[in-house]
């Protein structure tokens, strides 16, 4: 039986960046789906499901291909595929808290204390 977990393939997924963003794919909120496929070899197949922050992006290709590079780095992983989608489209509030910050956008609680003023 492999050892593969969803905790293992997002701590991969975490070692993989958007170029233009310094952020990783998984604090993004860009990962949708993991699927962690048992194969009678003992080996495991991985199937992810991704968006882009924007459909224009020209870098959704270099994004998938590492993460499926990284993936098949790991012994028990047999076969990688990562497809990209824009149903649903992504949104900022897909980030985690710590992205969020990390490119300065400001939570709920102090935008609303913000316009709360009188």
């Known amino acids: 039986m ?7 393939i997002i701590d ?3 070692q993989c ?3 233009e963003i310094p952020i990783d794919l998984w604090s993004l909120g ?3 789906k993991i699927d962690i496929l048992e194969n009678a070899n003992n080996k495991t197949d991985i199937h992810i499901v991704m968006t882009l922050t924007t459909p224009g992006c020209t870098m959704g290709q270099h994004m998938a291909d590492d993460i499926k590079s990284k993936l ?3 012994d028990n992983i047999n ?4 497809e990209v989608t824009f ?20 939570d709920k609680k102090s935008s ?3 316009t709360n003023w009188e």
């Open 17 to 19: 960046y958007d170029p």
């Open 30 to 32: 860009l990962i949708y």
């Open 112 to 114: 609303e204390e913000k």
């Open 72 to 74: 098949e780095n790991i």
């Open 87 to 106: 149903d649903p489209a992504w949104q900022p509030e897909m980030m985690s808290d710590e992205a969020r910050i990390k490119l300065g956008f400001s």
């Open 2 to 8: 492999s050892t593969v977990n969803e905790d293992i």
């Open 79 to 82: 076969h990688a595929t990562v």
């Open 12 to 14: 991969v997924l975490k």
